[in-house]
T-cell receptor, first 110, second 117 residues
Framework: QTVVTQEPSFSVSPGGTVTLTCGLRSGSVSSGHFPSWYQQTPGQAPRKLIYKTNIRSSGVPDRFSGSIFGNKAALTITGAQADDESDYFC??????????FGGGTKLTVL | EVQLVESGGDLVQPGGSLRLSCAASGFTFSEYWMGWVRQTPGKGLVWVSRISPDGGKTSHADSVRGRLTISRDNAKNTLFLQMKSLRAEDTAVYHCVRENWYGFDQWGQGILVSVAS
């Protein structure tokens, strides 16, 4: 089984910039894995932020951006706001029509 | 407005069976890949399965293959997940999802499946 890795937690100051990453236990992430990113607040269904590495979903503020950073996918939040405090999950297409989520990153804004 | 509404969740004994349904509305159901994602309370997301628009192609996570089976009825705009040989580790909230460009752009609120004796 492929394992997708994410930082368990991260903190950022209001107005600051933070980059969350999404890697593979074995190998490098590329655009061919079609990385997508989801934001989830307690009690709510996840919301898609980014798909196909760097395309923002409709209505997502432009302070959220996606990229490939080294051998990982990355989600960067520029000018973090209090309501960005959430869990963030990445997902990769890992072959054979299989998807796999990372374990999620709990982002604290303080 | 796009809506995905799951039903069929229940408390079931280990080894038991259950069928989840997802009623879709607000979009042309037959044009989209659909899928299921589950989440253990307080924990992360796990992709379960996906199905092509015409239902002819399916794939499942290794952990559920052979026990959970996805299907759809395009005439009724409904997605299904047939679950058998259920285990305690299948306990989770199951979300119906719409797939778009290798991501899930619409999510149902989820339905709880509990497997316990």
């Amino acid at each position: 089984q492929t394992v997708v890795t994410q930082e368990p937690s991260f903190s950022v100051s209001p107005g600051g910039t933070v980059t969350l990453t999404c890697g593979l236990r074995s190998g490098s992430v590329s655009s061919g894995h079609f990385p997508s990113w989801y934001q989830q607040t307690p009690g709510q269904a996840p919301r898609k932020l980014i798909y196909k590495t760097n395309i923002r979903s409709s209505g997502v503020p432009d302070r959220f951006s996606g990229s490939i950073f080294g051998n990982k996918a990355a989600l960067t939040i520029t000018g973090a706001q209090a309501d960005d405090e959430s869990d963030y999950f990445c997902m990769l297409s890992v072959g054979n029509d299989i998807f796999e989520f990372g374990g999620g990153t709990k982002l604290t804004v303080l | 407005e796009v809506q995905l509404v799951e039903s069929g969740g229940d408390l079931v004994q280990p080894g038991g069976s259950l069928r989840l349904s997802c009623a879709a509305s607000g979009f042309t159901f037959s044009e989209y890949w659909m899928g299921w994602v589950r989440q253990t309370p307080g924990k992360g997301l796990v992709w379960v399965s996906r199905i092509s628009p015409d239902g002819g192609k399916t794939s499942h996570a290794d952990s559920v293959r052979g026990r959970l089976t996805i299907s759809r009825d395009n005439a009724k705009n409904t997605l299904f997940l047939q679950m058998k040989s259920l285990r305690a580790e299948d306990t989770a909230v199951y979300h119906c999802v719409r797939e778009n460009w290798y991501g899930f752009d619409q999510w149902g609120q989820g339905i709880l499946v509990s497997v316990a004796s």
